[in-house]
């Protein structure tokens, strides 16, 4: 169990640190997805230059951060490097223990299949979340011809609502081992009625919020 809560623990922090890289703009400014060598910064000044050729390449440095200079694309770089590098340490965190226990034979039955479902869900996030960011790496216009600087609102959603599920299974998981493992049932109850429809309505919120947030909707109010 120390070992799912411990994966518990890094998704959470995984979307605080999501959240922040999209607050302050560091979503775009890593355009290749280069999951074994990105997980070194550029070295050198060289590199810094290089990458940062490659950022001004992209529609968000050209029509809203064309005033950056290198120290300002070094911070929103290090918001980006830390949210991948945060992703690539909890496939380690996942993948290592998976692979002992799974030698060692404490893996079986129900519990093999879920946490199998786990480590494809954590895959299928890392694709989601380069999937999302692709979108902001190309020209995108909207309705009117505008061209659009931002990440697909509904990629973000996806992600977002994807890296939820993958937490609630890991959680979902937890559970089972240490109360026994139960089918998911409607008993009826009033408790379980309103317990669904909670559920119901937090993942409408979270969907909402991705939205308001890909769109920049929340600037629409200013108090």
Same mark, same amino acid.
């Given at each position: 169990?120390?070992?799912?809560?411990? $994966?518990?623990?890094?998704?959470?922090?995984?979307?605080?640190?999501? $959240?922040?890289?999209?607050?302050?703009?560091?979503?775009?400014?890593?355009?290749?997805?280069?999951?074994?060598?990105?997980?070194?910064?550029?070295?050198?000044? *060289? *590199?810094?230059?290089?990458?940062?050729?490659?950022?001004?390449?992209?529609?968000? !440095?050209?029509?809203?951060?064309?005033?950056?200079?290198?120290?300002?694309?070094?911070?929103?770089?290090?918001?980006?490097?830390?949210?991948?590098?945060?992703?690539?340490?909890?496939?380690?965190?996942?993948?290592?223990?998976?692979?002992?226990?799974?030698?060692?034979?404490?893996?079986?039955?129900?519990?093999?299949?879920?946490?199998?479902?786990?480590?494809?869900?954590? #895959?299928?996030?890392?694709?989601?979340?380069?999937?999302?960011?692709?979108?902001?790496?190309?020209?995108?216009?909207?309705?009117?011809?505008?061209?659009?600087?931002?990440?697909?609102? !509904?990629?973000?959603?996806?992600?977002?609502?994807?890296a939820f599920t993958v937490f609630c299974m890991v959680l979902w998981t937890v559970?089972?081992?240490?109360?026994?493992?139960?089918?998911?049932?409607?008993?009826?109850?009033?408790?379980?009625?309103?317990?669904?429809?909670?559920?119901?309505?937090?993942?409408?919120?979270?969907?909402?919020?991705?939205?308001?947030?890909?769109?920049?909707?929340?600037? #629409? !109010?200013?108090?």
């Open positions: 169990m120390i070992w799912l809560l411990t $994966g518990c623990a890094m998704i959470a922090l995984m979307v605080v640190i999501g $959240g922040i890289t999209r607050l302050t703009g560091s979503g775009l400014s890593i355009t290749e997805w280069d999951p074994i060598m990105g997980a070194l910064p550029p070295m050198d000044d *060289a *590199a810094w230059q290089a990458a940062f050729a490659k950022y001004k390449l992209i529609p968000e !440095y050209q029509l809203v951060n064309s005033h950056m200079q290198l120290a300002d694309f070094k911070e929103i770089f290090f918001w980006e490097w830390a949210h991948r590098n945060w992703g690539r340490l909890m496939g380690i965190v996942f993948i290592v223990p998976f692979l002992f226990f799974w030698r060692t034979g404490f893996l079986k039955g129900w519990l093999m299949k879920r946490t199998l479902w786990i480590m494809v869900g954590g #895959g299928v996030v890392a694709s989601l979340g380069w999937f999302m960011v692709l979108s902001g790496l190309v020209d995108q216009r909207d309705a009117n011809g505008q061209l659009l600087v931002s990440v697909s609102h !509904y990629r973000l959603a996806i992600h977002l609502c994807a559970f089972d081992i240490r109360s026994g493992r139960r089918g998911i049932q409607a008993d009826g109850s009033t408790a379980g009625l309103w317990s669904r429809a909670l559920l119901v309505l937090l993942a409408v919120q979270i969907i909402w919020g991705a939205f308001t947030a890909g769109l920049d909707a929340g600037h #629409g !109010y200013n108090t």
